[in-house]
């Protein structure tokens, strides 16, 4: 059935390249053992194939045919998925000097151990290896990709990742349990070779029992999920043949599953089967999907969740490689399904596709080992429909591994699921394992640093404000004025820094804005700020007067808004010195009293904006401190050395601050007048009339 299919090219060996070697291999003179083993593999009983061989291997005293047996030993170990015992066999195979005819054996064996090196996770050595077989043979594709595969994996495992994986323990045996499927409130359907099935022989090819399909079932109370030891299926979808890899409609009333083997239990075809569900547990009896063939197999059947669809695996004509996926459509009429549709080169490849899921939002997921993979299958993932998909993503680890990962099943958030694998450290050859999330984890972090100097501002304060919250958040940057704080998926935020409390008399950072949307988990979102400190002596550029007059022009006026203005209600304890000065064009006497009343005129109208009069100085400097000294007019040529534009720089308002820890002083409170009264006169009483003389 569906296992079948997987672990027939899951270790990544081509078909073609078996049969290629295998003339070689065969017309190698054997003993009567070495024919044994050869008739074992060729049956696909690969277990019995790996024993034999190893025990020729032991024994045969003739080099070139213990050279052989280890050859093939790795051959069948690897059918099996038993790398580690693979990459010795390989290994030793190359011990041997290559003999007249083997070069083949050879070339295959470095190949073969560098395969079995990646699915033990091996990935520096399997480079290494692999490396080797290309100096050689630099056009083999297949190797360049399962060489980027460990360094995509060497480069993926340190990366931070929010999937928990655990094995799922409950479902579990030595023998090969797979394909999850759940069903809520009823529990977890997967498909498994352990005794205690319909046939109680063993499969010649994985040495396990044939496949059934069992249901764990689930039981809530209070909150707290516990899991019953597996069952098989009720209803009659499990026989003696290999059944399995089961698919459910949305409501599960239906299921669509595999079965291979044919009546007789020796054929390799593999089929759709589907099944009414009857009462809660059982199914009524299958019947036959029609798109399927004697010529062909088709499995792993994934029927969309409003059961319009359904995606599986085929080995039919015409394909891309091996194993493709295919879509038929359910024709409501007929009540049959359309003619299959293959989805195309971008998802199918020369290896095997297989394992489809298609999650409720669209995304068809699937095991693939034609992809570059970081081992055997592993679980990529598409959106699209027909033959137009996007490029299949890999989900990287720890959902793929060195091993198979293939047939996952996701809740309808994403945020857990179940899948199957045959990686290192499980129960069994292959195994059920769950994963959920933990939550995304995302960043902004920077420094605040003074404008002009660059250096960093401790005790700043960093206000941080999100379009799904009123409420302002206030940072305060540490000793190297860095700042740093969670941030939520899918959020606009406004940031921007103010003054620390023991230095104020900086201006508020510009506003500058973040988002998460569309940020992958784990990132650090880099935003660094800067504040510009107030000067102790600033000009106000672009205050102008009319000629001879030292009225304030509207222009004028809205630059005194914005800057004179705007930093003394910023900075309340400011005092500062409003100084006007001149060109040195008139007279010194001239300029003095010009200067004079323009800054008083300045002063005045900041006074009018509210501002306390007591906090500012007007200073009128003339034409005593030129800004540009060269515009002297005690300079006999100072007409042709500046220009106009240099004496309007002369022509200037400065700012400079006098005290920053001005205080409105004290007003004396003012005493009451107390009313004059006539000596000895009680309060509140008239006075007696005056006698009559």
């Not at 891309?320 to 879509?327: I, R």
Request: proline residues 5%; aromatic residues 10%; contains cysteine.
């Amino acid at each position: 059935m569906g296992k079948l299919i997987t672990k027939s090219l899951s270790s990544g060996l081509i078909i073609i390249l078996l049969v290629t070697a295998l003339p070689y291999l065969q017309s190698c003179k054997s003993t009567a053992t070495m024919k044994q083993g050869n008739e074992e593999f060729n049956k696909k009983n690969y277990t019995s194939a790996a024993n034999i061989y190893k025990e020729v291997a032991r024994t045969e005293k003739n080099r070139n045919i213990r050279k052989e047996a280890y050859y093939k030993q790795g051959l069948a170990c690897l059918m099996t998925n038993d790398y580690k015992e693979a990459e010795k066999s390989f290994e030793k195979s190359q011990r041997y000097k290559s003999t007249k005819g083997s070069d083949e054996m050879d070339r295959l064996a470095v190949k073969f151990q560098a395969d079995a090196m990646k699915m033990q996770e091996k990935y520096a050595e399997a480079i290494i290896k692999y490396d080797e077989y290309l100096k050689d043979n630099p056009d083999d594709q297949e190797v360049k990709m399962a060489k980027e595969g460990c360094e995509l994996a060497l480069k993926w495992k340190d990366e931070k990742t929010r999937y928990v994986i655990e094995n799922f323990k409950k479902a579990n045996t030595r023998e090969s349990d797979f394909a999850p499927w759940y069903l809520d409130k009823f529990g977890l359907v997967f498909t498994s070779a352990r005794a205690g099935g319909m046939n109680k022989k063993e499969y010649g090819w994985t040495g396990q029992y044939y496949d059934d399909i069992y249901i764990c079932k689930m039981k809530k109370r209070r909150g707290q999920v516990s899991w019953q030891n597996p069952t098989l299926l009720g209803g009659s979808v499990n026989t003696k043949l290999s059944d399995g890899v089961a698919s459910f409609d949305g409501k599960g009333r239906e299921i669509y599953y595999t079965q291979c083997n044919a009546e007789d239990g020796k054929g390799l075809r593999c089929k759709i089967w589907s099944a009414k569900k009857i009462g809660r547990e059982n199914y009524e009896q299958p019947y036959l999907l029609d798109f399927n063939s004697d010529s062909f197999s088709c499995g792993h059947p994934a029927i969309s969740p409003d059961g319009k669809q359904m995606y599986f695996s085929s080995n039919m004509p015409g394909g891309e490689g091996g194993w493709d996926l295919y879509v038929v459509n359910y024709v409501r009429r007929g009540k049959t399904w359309s003619v299959p549709l293959n989805l195309g080169p971008t998802i199918n490849t020369k290896g095997d596709e297989m394992y489809p899921y298609l999650h409720t939002d669209g995304t068809l997921y699937f095991a693939s080992n034609g992809h570059v993979t970081l081992g055997g299958l592993d679980i990529v993932y598409s959106t699209g429909s027909g033959q137009e998909w996007t490029t299949p993503e890999n989900m990287k680890s720890p959902i793929n591994s060195g091993g198979d990962d293939f047939g996952i099943w996701l809740a309808e958030d994403k945020e857990s699921g179940y899948f199957s694998s045959n990686r290192q450290g499980g129960r069994g050859s292959d195994d059920i394992y769950s994963f959920t999330m933990k939550p995304c984890e995302l960043m902004l972090a920077g420094v605040v640093r003074d404008q002009n100097t660059k250096a960093v501002i401790p005790g700043a304060k960093v206000l941080i404000k999100s379009n799904k919250d009123t409420a302002t958040i206030i940072l305060v940057a540490d000793q190297t004025g860095a700042y740093s704080m969670p941030l939520t998926q899918m959020t606009k935020y406004e940031i921007y820094a103010t003054a620390p409390d023991n230095d104020p008399y900086y201006f508020d950072s510009p506003i500058e804005f973040e988002s998460t949307e569309g940020v992958a988990c784990f990132t650090t979102l880099q935003r660094d700020l800067e504040m510009k400190k107030l000067e102790v002596k600033f000009t106000v550029e672009g205050i102008l007067y009319d000629l001879d007059k030292a009225n304030i022009r509207p222009d004028a006026a809205q630059i005194l808004d914005d800057s004179v203005v705007a930093v003394l209600e910023r900075f309340p304890r400011i005092k500062i010195e409003l100084g006007s000065h001149t060109d040195c064009r008139a007279s010194e006497a001239y300029n003095d009293t010009l200067s004079q009343a323009r800054a008083d005129s300045a002063v005045a109208y900041i006074v009018s904006k509210g501002i306390d009069p007591r906090r500012i100085v007007a200073k009128g400097y003339g034409e005593r401190d030129l800004r540009i000294k060269k515009c002297s007019c005690e300079l006999s040529d100072y007409q042709h050395i500046c220009t106009e534009q240099e004496h309007q720089l002369n022509r200037r308002t400065t700012v400079k601050i006098i005290d920053y820890n001005w205080t409105p002083p004290a007003e004396e409170p003012q005493k009451e007048e107390e009313p004059t009264q006539k000596p000895n006169t009680p309060p509140n009483r008239r006075p007696p009339a005056p006698r009559r003389r």
